[in-house]
């Protein structure tokens, strides 16, 4: 198993601005990919970003050219930086870490992320 902890949700302005963190524990030697997933009151959990372990990445089609996703294997960590935000991009988002041998995916807690227009 792997245990993630979010940090770096809160309050923004449209236009603005937010980084988010993740820290991953546990049996880190099998991490197959990183990423997250947001959801937003009365929709589904919907993805947003992924990074492979090769580095490459996925992006959601509504946050390409906006949202970055970077990892720090030294550290464990996965960011997602947020730039242009808009209304619509407020919902809860979660880390997200699949293993490799397994279609489990770790969650973490959820950060908040709300979006001012």
């Known amino acids: 198993q792997v245990q993630l902890l979010e940090s770096g949700g809160g309050l923004v302005q449209a236009g603005g601005s937010l980084r988010l963190s993740c820290a991953a524990s546990?049996?880190?030697?099998?991490?197959?990919?990183m990423g997250w997933y947001r959801q937003a009151p009365g929709n589904q959990r919907d993805l947003v970003a992924l990074?492979?372990?090769?580095?490459?990445?996925i992006l959601a089609n509504s946050v390409k050219g906006r949202f970055t996703i970077s990892r720090d294997n030294a550290k464990n960590m996965v960011y997602l930086q947020m730039n242009s935000l808009k209304p619509e991009d407020t919902a809860v988002y979660y880390c997200?870490?699949?293993?490799?041998?397994?279609?489990?995916?770790?969650w973490g807690q959820g950060t908040q992320v709300t979006v001012s227009s």
């Open positions: 990074i492979l372990n090769d580095g490459s990445t």
């Open positions: 546990g049996i880190i030697s099998r991490l197959n990919y």
């Open positions: 997200a870490a699949g293993l490799r041998g397994t279609a489990d995916i770790s």
